[in-house]
């Protein structure tokens, strides 16, 4: 089956800071979604992003899906940001891969 | 809007008992998914509805796992006999139609003891 791989593992920023969250994957998908997990376990969802750039905010997205590739941009993080940030992928049938996650901390 | 509405939150049972989960998706939402999230990895299908039907069962281990969704709204998710291996988060998703947005529940946070 496809492989979704993300980096960082694990990401330490000072309020403030801007970031880079990677997501890689293996084949040729129909779809691409970006969630953030909470402290609390929710699954929020970000951005619905099989191509192009979308902005939300303080968060952008961009999926090159010729490349195999889409990328989240944080910028001026919150303590609130923090949380386990999931890229997932849908190929044919509708299923939904995800990445093990990039763990985000957002210190004051 | 609510959104997706699970329970319960969370439960322990002892390992050989049964369990039941329930989820009652965004109004409207004809797709309905169960997940499966060990701690550290990311959530993993169990199974897919379209309506009342289960268009995606593949990864459900069948032995013991089983799930209904009647008149294509509510759904339950069961284990019986529960195994020390089955604690983790059971997560239930809607979306409008397949390959839509997906929307999350809180989770149902299983301890098997």
């Known amino acids: 089956g496809i492989q979704v791989e993300q980096s960082p593992p694990d990401l330490i920023l000072q309020e403030g800071a801007n970031s880079t969250l990677r997501c890689n994957f293996s084949d040729s998908v129909n779809n691409l979604q970006w969630f953030h997990q909470n402290p609390w376990g929710q699954l929020i969802n970000l951005f619905y992003?099989?191509?192009g750039t979308k902005q939300n905010g303080r968060l952008s997205a961009t999926t090159v899906a010729t490349e195999r590739y889409s990328l989240l941009y944080i910028s001026s993080s919150q303590t609130t940001d923090s949380g386990v940030y999931f890229c997932a992928v849908e190929t044919s049938g509708s299923r939904l891969t995800f990445g093990e996650g990039t763990q985000l901390t957002v210190n004051p | 809007e609510a959104g997706v509405v699970q329970s319960p939150r969370y439960k322990i049972i002892e390992k050989k008992q049964p369990v039941a989960f329930w989820c009652n998706p965004i109004s409207g939402h004809n797709t309905l998914y169960w997940y499966l999230q060990n701690l550290g990895q990311g959530p993993e299908l169990l199974i897919r509805y379209e309506n009342e039907e289960a268009v995606d069962d593949s990864q459900l281990p069948k032995d013991r796992f089983s799930a209904e969704r009647l008149k294509g709204v509510d759904s339950t998710l069961k284990i019986q006999p529960a195994e020390l291996g089955d604690s983790a988060v059971y997560l239930c998703a809607s979306s409008l139609l397949g390959r839509d947005t997906q929307y999350f529940g809180p989770g149902t946070r299983l301890t098997v003891l």
């Open positions: 992003i099989p191509s």
